[in-house]
């Protein structure tokens, strides 16, 4: 694909996954497939999570090692890993109520910094993220380059932080 199509590609799929997203609170729940039981999507989201986190590990520690075909291979996972994520994210709020965090003290605000940063930062690294991959299939290195230095701790901070997230509110969810 020319890289100027990837460019409007990447802003659509941007406004059209925040966008599904955003929705999630504004629309009514749904059973998206009758008689299923979504409870255990939470979990599934935190292990995708951790499994992104550790893919872009993986991939940090091979370019460090000037190992490309081990680095890109990493990225590759780590995406097909937040693909599937992103599924199972809409799946389940599409699907059920929203679970409020029922702490207090210290550890309730220490939730919401957490949540508030991994909400802002997961919508910036959309379009990052699909833009240094396109930089990447693109041979557009230096770029690729560029924009990774960001791209890399934010999305890490984002796959790490959906961790916690989860493991903050489990004891709220409805089972």
């Known amino acids: 694909m ?4 990837s460019i409007l590609l990447i802003w ?8 599904l997203i955003l929705l999630t609170f504004f629309m009514p729940k749904v059973s998206l497939v009758a008689g299923c039981d979504y409870s255990s ?11 992104t986190f550790f893919s872009l ?24 890993f937040t693909s599937l994520f992103l599924f199972s994210y809409l799946l ?3 699907s059920m109520p929203s679970t409020s965090y029922k702490g207090d003290g210290i550890l309730r605000e220490i939730y919401y910094f957490i949540l508030v940063t991994h909400v802002v930062l997961a919508a910036v690294i ?3 993220g699909l833009l240094a991959m396109a ?15 960001w791209t890399m701790p ?15 509110i489990n004891p709220y969810y409805q089972h």
């Open 2 to 5: 020319p890289y100027r199509n």
């Open 126 to 128: 959309v379009p990052l």
């Open 154 to 168: 934010i999305w890490l901070y984002v796959s790490f932080t959906g961790v916690v997230v989860y493991l903050l």
């Open 41 to 51: 999507l939470p979990m599934l989201n935190a292990i995708l999570n951790g499994l």
């Open 92 to 94: 389940y709020h599409f």
């Open 12 to 19: 659509v799929l941007t406004i059209v996954i925040n966008g």
């Open 135 to 149: 930089f990447a299939l693109n041979n557009r290195i230096n770029q690729h380059r560029k924009i990774a230095r």
């Open 57 to 80: 590990l993986f991939a940090l520690f091979a370019v460090r090692r000037k190992d490309i075909l081990l680095h890109r291979s990493s990225i590759f996972l780590a995406f097909s």
